[in-house]
């Protein structure tokens, strides 16, 4: 494909490519995406429909804040799985069903993205290295390395659900691996995507598929239930447990936040413009709270941008937001089919598995490449006490504690406890050595074995 550039802007225009050009170039962007982001609804309960709904509609309002300048898609956010999960738990203690629970969750995923409008307005005030200092990467890279252990259990239990759901698992696990590593083109961008369509492939040809439901459901129907939203709680509220959700989902949005510095950077990097600058930081920020808060009051996950479309910007060298823009009218159609929705619940067991335990072992190695990119100094005493506490208080209080602990009335999720003693370690200790030998040693003189 012939790529043409304008050198008035600096970046590639794709309206010298032609609509046909383009519309496949929208596909192959929604392709990327695709994968991930409905599994995010599969694995938490939520609607398939509203989530291909409001990443679309999510992704046009995050182009028209950022002022129609930045090439990003935004999709489902995997870093808020244990959030609702753990909503789902203290709803279960409570007697709730996971439908009614998980609106008491979205509102928790709602005041997160409200929480990266407090964040945009701190950075336009006070400037953004100033504000990214309490956000350090050795209190961020832990806590997203909690968020994928601390779901490696889910992922185990899809392996296990069915007498084939573990071979269906190593079929998905094998392709995924094989198109991240020895695929080449838009293959190589979109493995999850592959791994999905190669595993129900086989679980179909094994019989472990039933599609009764998908039969049965509609060509054409609304993409969301309004006892699905968060609307619906405020009928007959639980003050307390909504209270309980907030706090226990509000402080994910702390690394979700630093990650979303992280993609634009990625993006600015790929297409050689500096949007932290222009469009500015702040208004990326707002877009993406603003869809996120949007997503969760009507029942969707969270947003946030993803990488995997920047992957495709990188290998078409088309940087033209035009062609994101096609990709989120794309999936706003594709959420009104009831028939495509249920083609996704009905997902094998095994498949979800398999791509889970990649997926979350993506996310706890994400983490953990935050702390190697960054240099992040472990002969401190200081970075080796936030990181432990992060790590053991997050993963101890999910499996010993089941993911609860309470004051009063209010319970706080592992992670959120984890991530707010981070913090707070992080802002009132002193940088020191771990080993102080190391300093008596350089006095002295002695040299180091």
Known sequence: MKHFIDNSKGIYDARELGRPRMLLLG??????????????????????????????????????????????????????????????????????????????????VFCAGLLYLVLAGLIKWFGTKKVLRFFPSVVTGPIIIAIGLTLSGSALNNCVSTDHSWIIAVVAVAVVIVCSIWAKGIIRIVPILMGVIVSYLFALSIGNVDFTSVKEAAWFGLPFRWENTAFSVFSHPDWSFMVTAIISIIPIALATMVEHIGDICSISSTTDKNYL????????????????????????????????NTGVLNLTKVYDPRVIRIAAFIAVLLAFCPKFAELIHVMPSGTIGGISLILYGMIAAVGVRNLVENQVDFTKSKNVMVA?????????????????????????????VAALVGIFLNTVLPDEKIFPFEKEMKEKDIPEK
Not at 47 to 76: D, W, Y
Not at 388 to 414: E, H, P, T
């Open 277 to 308: 600058e222009d469009p500015g930081l702040h208004r990326t920020l707002i877009g993406d709270g603003l869809a996120t808060a949007l997503a969760a009051a009507f029942g969707a996950p969270a947003n946030t941008t993803y990488g995997e």
């Open 27 to 108: 596909f192959q962007h929604l392709f990327a995406m695709f994968g991930a982001t409905v599994l995010v609804p599969v694995l938490t309960g939520l609607s398939v429909s509203a989530t291909l709904l409001f990443a679309g509609l999510g992704t046009l309002l995050f182009h028209f804040i950022t002022k129609r300048k930045v090439p990003a898609f935004l999709g489902s956010s995997f870093a808020f799985l244990g959030g609702y999960a753990t909503v789902t738990a203290l709803g279960a203690d409570k007697g709730m069903t996971q439908s009614v629970a998980l609106t008491y969750a979205c509102i928790g």
């Open 388 to 416: 432990a506490l992060i790590l053991v208080l997050a993963i101890g209080i999910k499996y010993a504690l089941n993911d609860q602990i309470r004051f009063g009335s209010i319970g706080l999720s592992g992670l959120a």
